[in-house]
């Protein structure tokens, strides 16, 4: 018989056109194509010439389509008519809402600008609002990096000048080893993914080190499923093991780290800083003369076995600790879960790739000592780490341990190692100091975060040294919290302690529901009333561009577009795109305009400037400065031809440095949205000390003269606290604070048991939350696309609780903490450390929230472990309250939660159950916008 | 026309690397949006946003956990879509002529215009290939991105499935797997590529790429020290160390 | 597999009445007349309502014409022909023994025979498919045989209906025991679905949290817990029962009623199960069968 085939265009018309933007699904910042037929989205893929993604595109992000369009997003300005948390609103005309506003701020600037306080989520324009902020006159900013992952940034700028994420990258192209530890894999998602993919292809190898085997620890040819919270004492085992073994990199210790620097051993107020000559350079004892001479002289062979007036370097006292037989992987194996012979057989890898199989780039180089070097030396070795390591009570010190145990490796800015990206490297001494010194009526004295050098630059009121922030950052009960305390704000507020305040402004931040910890009580919290049936917050003014949970808790709802309905910058001067050799940053654009009335956040901050005449915002005759975030982006300069995007500056050809551009946002469109210059090839490796680099960083305008500098293996700020804590400071901690600051702000990283531990025997097990690859946060749920993935999230059990337990397919647990208890539905993993439990984060919902019908799993099934967590330690009976977070930074220590399992026949839905909220968009008519 | 043509030299399929999914759903929904908005009609969901949401799907991703006799648990991510196969069965069970394999390169589509929706081609699939669409009543499959790869307004760079495209590790391979020395066959030459349900004689045209043997961390030689510090004392061993600048 | 009434309905309805009409055109039971009418048109009736019932499954069923295209691969569309042919072929013979009182011997055969090859593409539109291992064995066109054959005889009253009941019985009970070993006997595993091992290898996490048509089409865990409930009934009501009161009652109008009513009950009960203990091959890809 003959075949017909039927008649096929194989040609069809793809779309009517194409517009590039930067995605917003989640926080990667990826570039986009986004198609439109008769105006409208019509299919969303990745950008190929984009310096992130390259063309590639995550789940999220092509799922875009059914956010634009999703049924949840908010209409118009509303107010608030009923009881707080009620979710009776009315709808209001954007000149009323902008008027409450201005009326609700202009006294609080004029009379007390400490009693509005403004914290942001998801917030991608932190170097904008955090400028709005400071002009305000307010010291309570911060974003959302106070709860997720300050430890992570910290002790890497801290350390050597830059972390993981959107600092730097391992080497993906030339890396053997990839070593990857921490659960929640979800930042840098999509370069990650391209990076183990490229490693994979070439045969190179991935072994995760994490509790949980999902995800990038599924591909990993080993995986180490450690106990949480203690992944420092594993690095330092490894440390041990390899100093003991001499697999340390002494030549790249000498040159380009403090190991050579020598320690003040004399008693009293210099104890423990740096010897350090009369212009405060550290000295090394130079190995061909044997004198001591500041660390950058030209030609210095520093010596790290010196020893000076009875002073030792800090490699000697360094190799001193971590030889001991506390960190030989015997005295840890038990605690860690890992196999002695295990952590050997790791070190032993690591140190074959580092030192067995060194590679090199035939580039020539020249260091700020002035010498040059003929090649590149790489050490194939990368490493790299994600929340989970940073979200317990001792997250920073083991951050700080992994980024040692780089550098003790020499794989940190060499070939195949770790990357900074620009505009990182840049050490904690060259980023501003904290700032919260307020006036009526005045802007704030400078940036509100910051990294201090030492107890003077705590936020301490001048007067009476109490905190000057609500969020307590920067006081002696976490000194280094370079991204604020967002998790205590709420309840600091409430409980009018450091003070009360009068005004909250959250941007993007759902604290009624998966943003905070405790999400029970910090529902009471925002609806609770003071003795004359006033709020404890009296007004919540809240921008989001969805119906998400904490809607119903604001007084005023600002509605935001969504993220293909605005203008945005992604900035060098914030977190910006860039890549481990380029530097980059990124607009969004209206590509599609808003069929509602609503506004860009942004654009709104900018009008309210205008009214409420903030300096930066007004005219010198006091009229508004900028007509939308738009025009705010192209002319707004923070120093004189610096703003907010470098690229197409001047007439349109300057990079880095230029006058402002009136075109400039049109010459990002025609480019795809992004501008990125390429790091110079000779600039590419050794960037903290590289003078090609340092010369090319600052012509783009990361600063203003080189910036060489050592990486602080010894941390020298840290010591400066512990002085003050031993009493050699004229500014001193409380008592009660004393002992806890000598031991934590140690200057060598070091490991102690997370605060959680206290829970004890009645709390055997660990549980830990993820973010899906396919979901950001609460986002994904309100997606038609994305919850058919992810809608429900079963509590996963590894065998040995769930044969103990007696559990089977389809059965329903108690979960308790000792904050509470949750009934949750469970499900087996074999692949998990055998103490810990986990589930998927942000899938479960409160009824009437997102544009969901009330009988959505998400909202029956789906639960948050958030209600086992509290923001503060349990009570201890002296009268102070201890926060669940790093004594360092302040980071929220979701992870340290341990809890107690018990089988439970099935209830109706997920408890806690909280009555609906009512919605305040329509429900979705049908199954397609 | 469900008569399958003779097997055609050019074999168009997918290599999925089973070592390398990371299991992150990007190319499910990048395939849901091409084939939204692309062949036939759109991909239709149902309760969107209620109780139980269910839409149809070209391109799934499954996960799996493989406990081995010794050494730890595994999770595996395994993205599964229709596998072209040579010998197809749900093409010769269509009664309409609908279902098809190209003769040019083996392609399976549904011509959707000639679907009666009695699902026989799903229920003859072994792969759970074929979901038919609720709203449209038809049957929808994988099309390989026939209106992608073929495009002649699309760059040559982009004629390629959306899921290859998009896929962020590179686990999916797109090519000629009749051709023995195109770089898909060669790939699954080179590390075992393997075919699903071989059993059911349906000569899938996709192959799957194993994981690699995984846990082998033991095997390592643990490090030498340098030399016997408890002897040697510390300043021995910053001794010895040190001699090697 | 889903149960679905659609399918059952006309699977059931047609083959009773396709193993009516042949035994009517087969002339085993000559009847002329009023009885004819009646019997031809309950064949008929049967066999037309259970081929409406199909298109209730159809997505579109307005295309349902383009069936008859693919009769040289399809039984599907074999069946289609063979129905519409069988149906043709018998009009004449029933006409004319209905209204001319006169039989067709010859063309009764011819149609009786096109009735029973109907039955049969049924019966391989279910027993083709490798991916249904219990489906995939001879014991399915026996089976629907067995049913046809029975049923027609008991609907038409020929006297030999008790006996091909009881070895309708038989054939439920052997299609029953060699189904449950038939999934095992293929050796489909996720092992060999996934190519993953050595180990065990299990579900760790659906596609998709949510339902999809494949689980809702293929895949009916629940149905089974009550299965040898069902095989009872299906074997006491669709053969012995019916058996039974052929032979303890009087013939007559009563009890072929009764027996038919009995068979029916059976009938409908089997082939519920024949479809919800089928299981898919697909279903190993959910951890479910």
């Known amino acids: 018989m003959t075949r017909h085939e039927p008649r096929l265009d194989t040609s069809p018309r793809v779309s009517d056109e194409v517009r590039r933007t930067t995605c917003y699904m989640c926080a990667c910042r990826c570039g986009i194509n986004v198609h439109l037929k008769s105006g409208k989205v019509s299919y969303i893929e990745g950008n190929r010439d984009h310096p992130v993604n390259k063309g590639v595109l995550c789940a999220k992000g092509s799922s875009g389509i059914m956010q634009v369009t999703a049924p949840s997003r908010l209409r118009k300005p509303l107010r608030r008519v009923g009881p707080r948390g009620s979710g009776a609103f009315e709808e209001i005309s954007w000149d009323e809402a902008l008027g409450i506003a201005t009326r609700w701020l202009a006294p609080l600037r004029a009379t007390a600008p400490e ?29 959302h990096g106070g709860f997720c992952s300050v430890n ?215 260091d700020f000592r002035g010498e040059t070097h003929e090649r590149m030396l790489g050490r194939p070795v990368s490493f790299h780490a994600m929340r989970g390591i940073s979200a317990h009570s001792n997250g920073f010190q083991t951050a700080r341990a992994l980024h040692v145990l780089q550098i003790l490796l020499g794989t940190v800015e060499v070939p195949g190692g770790f990357r900074f990206k620009p505009p990182y490297p840049k050490p904690a001494h060259a980023h501003p100091t904290p700032h919260s010194y307020f006036m009526p009526g005045r802007p704030l004295d400078g940036p509100h975060l910051g990294f201090p050098q030492g107890p003077e630059h705590l936020a301490l009121k001048l007067d009476d040294l109490s905190p000057a922030r609500i969020d307590r950052g920067f006081t002696w009960e976490n000194p280094l919290s370079a991204h604020g305390l967002m998790h205590m704000v709420i309840p600091n507020a409430v409980a009018g302690d450091p003070y009360r305040i009068d005004t909250l402004m959250l941007y993007m931040a759902n604290m009624s529901w998966n943003s905070s910890m405790n999400t029970g009580q910090v529902m009471e919290m925002l609806t609770r009333k003071d003795g004359n049936g006033d709020y404890m917050i009296p007004r919540i003014i809240y921008s989001d561009a969805y119906a998400s949970e904490m809607v119903a808790y604001a007084d005023l709802v600002l509605p935001d577009t969504t993220y293909l309905e605005r203008h945005d910058c992604i900035s060098l001067l914030d977190r910006p795109i860039c890549e481990a050799d380029h530097a980059a940053d990124a607009i969004r654009w209206p590509v599609v305009e808003p069929d509602r ?123 400066r606290f512990q002085l003050a804590a031993e009493g050699f400071h004229e500014r001193q901690p409380p008592d009660f604070l004393r002992e806890r600051i000598k031991a934590t702000m140690d200057p060598l990283p070091i490991w102690y048991e997370p605060f959680g531990e206290a829970a004890g025997e009645a709390f055997p097990l660990h549980a830990l939350t993820q973010r899906p690859m396919a979901m950001y946060h609460s986002w994904g749920s309100q ?19 769930w044969q103990a337990q007696g559990f089977r397919d389809g059965d329903w647990a108690r979960l308790s903490s000792q904050n509470g208890a949750i009934v949750v539905p469970v499900a087996h ?92 968009v329509p429900p979705a008519k049908g199954n397609r916008p | 026309m469900t008569a399958l043509p003779p097997p055609s030299d050019k074999k168009l399929g997918l290599v999925i690397d089973l070592d390398t999914c990371v299991g992150c759903h990007a190319c499910v929904t990048a395939c849901k949006g091409w084939n939204d908005q692309g062949y036939g009609a759109p991909l239709s969901d149902q309760d969107a946003w209620g109780a139980e949401p269910s839409g149809t799907f070209l391109n799934r991703v499954h996960s799996y956990e493989v406990t081995p006799e010794a050494g730890p648990a595994q999770i595996v991510h395994f993205p599964k879509s229709c596998l072209h196969c040579e010998n197809a069965p749900c093409v010769t069970v269509c009664p309409t002529g609908a279902s098809y394999k190209r003769a040019e390169d083996g392609i399976v589509l549904v011509n959707e215009s000639a679907c009666i929706g009695c699902g026989l081609c799903a229920w003859a699939c072994p792969y759970g290939a074929r979901e038919l669409d609720q709203a449209a009543g038809v049957m929808k499959k994988c099309t390989l991105c026939v209106d992608r790869i073929y495009n002649e307004n699309l760059p040559e760079i982009d004629r390629t499935p959306a899921c290859v495209r998009t896929c962020p590790a590179g686990a999916r391979h797109f090519g000629d797997l009749g051709d023995p020395e195109s770089a898909v066959s060669l790939l699954v030459a080179e590390r075992g590529g393997i075919e699903l349900m071989p059993e059911q004689g349906t000569k899938p045209v996709n192959r799957y790429l194993p994981p690699r043997r995984k846990d082998r961390l033991e095997e390592t030689a643990p490090l030498a020290p340098l030399l016997d510090i408890q002897a040697s004392g510390f300043a021995g061993w910053l001794d010895r160390l040190l001699d090697r600048i | 597999m889903h149960p679905a009434p659609s399918v059952i309905l006309f699977t059931v309805f047609s083959g009773l009445g396709f193993g009516l009409l042949a035994v009517l055109g087969s002339g085993l039971m000559p009847v002329t007349g009023w009885a004819a009418l009646v019997a031809y048109g309950a064949g008929y009736g049967l066999a037309v309502a259970g081929l409406l019932a199909s298109t209730f499954h159809l997505g579109n069923p307005q295309r349902a014409l383009r069936a008859f295209s693919q009769w040289r691969t399809s039984w599907l569309s074999r069946e289609a022909w063979a129905s519409v042919a069988a149906l043709a072929l018998m009009a004449p013979v029933a006409a004319s023994a209905a209204f001319r009182g006169v039989l067709m011997p010859a063309l009764g055969i011819a149609a009786a025979v096109l009735c029973l090859l ?29 049913h046809a054959v029975a049923g027609g005889a008991l609907l038409a009253g020929l006297g030999n209906a008790p006996v091909l009941l009881l070895l309708l019985g038989l054939f439920m009970a052997l299609a029953f025991r060699v189904g449950d070993g038939r999934f095992a006997e293929r050796g489909h595993t996720l092992a060999t679905a996934t190519g993953l091992g050595p180990g065990t290898v299990r579900q760790f996490a659906p596609p998709h949290t949510g339902t999809n048509y494949l689980m809702r089409e293929m895949i009916h865990v629940v149905g089974r817990k009550h299965a040898l409930k069902l095989r009872v009934i299906a074997v006491l009501f669709g053969a012995i029962l019916p058996a039974l009161v052929l032979l303890a009652l009087p013939s007559g109008l009563v009890a072929t009623l009764l027996a038919a009513a009995l068979h029916l009950t059976g009938a409908l009960a089997g082939r519920w199960l024949f479809f919800a203990e089928a299981e898919h091959v697909v279903g190993l890809y959910y951890g479910l069968r």
Not at chain 1, 122 to 139: M, N, V, Y
Not at chain 1, 160 to 166: K, S
Not at chain 1, 853 to 869: M, R, V
């Open chain 1, 115 to 143: 009693k509005f306080a403004f914290f942001t989520g998801r917030d991608q324009s932190q170097s904008f609002t955090s400028f709005w902020a400071q002009a305000f006159g307010t010291p309570n900013y911060a974003a």
């Open chain 1, 152 to 366: 992570m940034a910290a002790a890497g700028i801290y350390t050597m000048g830059g972390a993981f994420w959107e600092f730097g990258q391992p080497d993906w192209d030339r890396t053997r080893l990839f070593v990857l530890f921490g659960v929640a894999e979800d930042h840098d998602s999509n370069p990650i993914k391209m990076g183990i993919g490229k490693i994979k292809a070439r045969g190179g190898r991935v072994i995760g080190v994490n509790p949980i085997r999902t995800g990038y620890n599924a591909v990993a040819d080993d995986w180490i499923g450690i106990t949480p919270g203690t992944d420092g004492l594993l690095i330092l085992a490894l440390i041990h093991e390899l100093l003991k073994a001499g697999k340390v990199d002494v030549d790249y210790l000498a040159r380009w780290t403090n190991a050579a620097c020598l320690i003040d051993e004399t008693e009293g107020e210099e104890k423990g800083l740096l010897l350090r000559d009369d212009l405060g350079k550290p000295l090394v004892i130079d190995r061909r003369t044997g004198d001591a001479v500041p660390y950058d002289t030209a030609g210095v062979r520093p010596d790290l076995a010196a020893t000076h007036r009875g002073c030792r370097t800090v490699f000697q006292h360094m190799a001193e600790r971590y030889l001991g037989p506390d960190y030989a992987p015997e005295a840890v194996a038990a605690r860690c879960g890992v196999s002695a012979t295990r952590i050997r057989a790791l070190a032993a890898e690591i140190a074959d790739v580092a030192f067995n199989q060194t590679i090199a780039i035939e580039q020539p180089w020249t």
């Open chain 1, 597 to 719: 009335d609503v506004r860009g956040f942004q654009s709104v901050l900018v009008d309210l400037g205008g009214r409420l005449g903030l300096p930066g915002f007004v005219t010198d005759d006091g009229r508004p400065k900028y007509r939308d975030y738009a025009d705010y982006i192209v002319n707004h300069q923070r120093r004189p031809g610096v703003g907010p995007l470098f690229g197409f500056r001047g007439h349109g050809k300057e990079v880095g440095r230029g006058a402002p551009n009136p075109n400039q946002i049109n010459a990002y469109i025609a480019n795809g949205g992004f501008y990125a210059a390429e790091v110079p090839e000779g600039a590419k490796f050794f960037k903290p000390w590289n003078r090609a680099y340092q010369d090319w960083a600052v012509s783009m305008g990361f600063y203003d003269t080189p910036q060489p500098y050592l990486f602080q293996i010894y941390c020298e700020p840290m010591r």
């Open chain 1, 783 to 801: 997606n038609a696309w994305l919850r058919q993935i992810h809608g429900v999230n079963p509590l996963y059990v590894p065998t040995k609780v």
């Open chain 1, 829 to 920: 993993m074999a692949a998990l450390n055998e103490d810990t439990v986990w589930t998927w984060n942000a899938i479960g919902k409160r009824k009437g929230a997102w544009a969901l019908s009330p009988d959505a799993p998400e909202a029956t099934k789906g639960f948050l472990l958030n209600h086992l967590i509290s923001e503060l330690l349990p009570e201890r009976g002296d009268g102070h309250r201890w926060s669940n977070s790093d004594p360092v930074t302040g980071q929220a220590a979701w992870f340290d939660l341990r809890v107690r399992i018990e089988k439970v026949p099935p209830p109706d839905e997920a408890q806690p159950a909280y009555p609906p909220i009512p919605s305040p």
């Open chain 3, 118 to 146: 109907t039955v049969l593409t049924t019966s391989m539109i279910y027993a083709q498919l490798r991916t249904v291992p219990r489906w995939n064995h001879w014991t399915t066109p026996a089976l629907f045989f067995g």
